[in-house]
């Protein structure tokens, strides 16, 4: 080869055939050479480098930039196409490269069209010139597909066989494939882990529970603080970053009248996670207490109260208290009032409540 040769191809083409020339020069310049052939230019494993004008010209005569590129060029692939055979810059090209005496070494690449055809020639004028011995024979897109033919392009610059290159190309298509079928999982895991958010429920729940819950009752879960009014209700938490996938929080509740409880939740892998929280009363007693009157609005004492056969007389101002203990508490309580020569009082009233009012009639 000419020491003066700097580059593998130079591609001729005409402009509207662009997309296609720079689609060739950047599959040429990517492909790996097998190990046993390296870049004689500069000792890589690519074909590199390979000339593409950039200019728009189809007239005049050939710079003298461009024919020293031509001259540098250890090939010259021509896009063959109905726009290249009516271009006479592409062919002024190809005849240069000839008149340099380096027929064999330009390649027709049939990108559309048909050679030696009257009605979609693609062939420029001094390849449709070179007959019998002469005639080159071109690789053609439409008659191989467009991978084999880029492989027989790389076969006739490489001067191996296209056998050889063309099952090194499945294989290394095959390795594609598995290595994407192994990988596209794995990063649809991770886009999954990452990107789709999380939900947690906390369902509260007191199993034996009688009594309403206590005002100002706080769940706090990982850090954050949520008010509940009510008992046997549930907190969610929406969108949480994906991240939180197979993360602990934690939980606290606070309330009076309950004891403090602390948990661990781990977050499982899916969207939606969900938890139960059972909580338990305290040991306080619930008092049940309040005044009788008579109804004149004179308090009542020495009247008999009973709650679940816990019995307790009013004092001088009428008052009575009794403490139910956690096993004998309930949302409703049946209290009995009675005192001789009055009317006895037989009702449900809510319970715990330490300032109830009832009037008892003569």
């Not at 001094?126 to 053609?140: C, D, F, T």
């Not at 059972?278 to 004149?296: C, K, L, N, P, Q």
Request: hydrophobic share 35%; charged share 30%; proline share 4%.
């Amino acid at each position: 080869m000419n020491t003066a040769t700097k580059r593998y191809a130079f591609i001729s083409y005409n402009h509207k055939d662009k997309d296609m020339a720079k689609w060739l020069q950047a599959k040429l310049e990517s492909y790996k050479l097998p190990t046993e052939i390296h870049n004689e230019f500069e000792d890589s494993r690519y074909l590199r480098p390979v000339f593409r004008d950039k200019t728009d010209l189809n007239t005049g005569i050939l710079s003298d930039e461009l024919r020293k590129n031509l001259q540098t060029s250890k090939y010259l692939v021509v896009l063959c196409s109905p726009n290249s055979a009516h271009s006479k810059w592409v062919n002024d090209e190809v005849k240069a490269f000839i008149d340099m005496g380096r027929t064999d070494r330009i390649v027709p690449f049939i990108i559309d069209g048909t050679p030696h055809s009257t009605e979609d020639e693609c062939l420029p004028p001094a390849l449709m010139e070179m007959q019998g011995e002469n005639e080159l024979l071109g690789i053609s897109i439409k008659e191989v597909g467009k991978q084999k033919a880029f492989i027989k392009l790389v076969s006739k610059m490489l001067g191996v066989d296209f056998d050889v290159l063309w099952q090194r190309h499945k294989r290394q298509q095959r390795n594609k494939r598995i290595a994407a079928a192994i990988c596209i999982p794995i990063v649809s895991s991770l886009l999954y882990y990452v990107a789709m958010p999380v939900s947690f429920q906390l369902d509260i729940d007191d199993a034996a529970h009688q009594l309403p819950m206590p005002e100002s009752s706080i769940v706090s879960i990982d850090g954050v603080d949520y008010e509940i009014s009510k008992i046997d209700t549930c907190i969610i938490v929406d969108n949480m970053p994906g991240y939180y996938r197979g993360k602990t929080l934690d939980v606290t509740f606070k309330s009076t009248y309950y004891k403090e409880s602390k948990h661990t939740y781990r977050l499982g892998l899916g969207m939606n996670n969900s938890a139960n929280l059972t909580v338990e009363r305290d040991s306080t007693f619930a008092i049940y207490g309040g005044t009788v009157y008579d109804e004149d609005g004179n308090s009542v004492a020495g009247a008999t109260v009973d709650i679940d056969g816990i019995t307790t007389q009013t004092d001088a101002n009428g008052r009575f208290r009794i403490e139910l203990e956690l096993k004998r508490q309930s949302e409703t309580k049946v209290i009995k009032i009675s005192r001789q020569g009055m009317t006895s009082i037989v009702r449900d009233d809510e319970c715990p409540d330490s300032d109830l009012k009832y009037i008892m009639r003569r």
